[in-house]
């Protein structure tokens, strides 16, 4: 089975800065796209970045400059580092994870507020 395990949310004013982590572990031979997800109080959850394995990404428009996605294959880890952030981002924040032979997977989720 594989695992992922967010860190690295919290409570932050406007304009600050949050970054978070998601380790995957487990019987993994290759992780291909890797993403992050948000869900708000009330509303779907809604895509905010992915990365390729290669490095490919996109973004959703409502981060697009403020929200850098990254990874590190060697330690099959996706970041998600968040700048500027408004209240409108707070939410629970999700990754995803496309393993190879495996499926995908979800981690357990890190709530992000961000206050006004």
């Known amino acids: 089975q594989v695992q992922l395990v967010e860190s690295g949310g919290g409570l932050v004013q406007a304009g600050g800065s949050l970054k978070l982590s998601c380790a995957a572990s487990?019987?993994?031979?290759?992780?291909?796209?890797m993403a992050w997800y948000r869900q708000a109080p009330g509303k779907q959850r809604e895509l905010v970045a992915t990365i390729s394995r290669s490095g490919s990404l996109n973004y959703a428009d409502s981060v697009l400059g403020r929200f850098t996605i990254s990874r590190d294959n060697a330690n099959d880890t996706v970041y998600l580092q968040m700048n500027r952030l408004k209240p409108e981002d707070t939410a629970v924040y999700y990754c995803?994870?496309?393993?190879?032979?495996?499926?995908?997977?979800w981690g357990q989720g890190t709530q992000v507020t961000v206050s006004s």
């Open positions: 995803n994870a496309n393993v190879l032979f495996r499926g995908t997977f």
């Open positions: 487990g019987s993994i031979v290759s992780i291909g796209t």
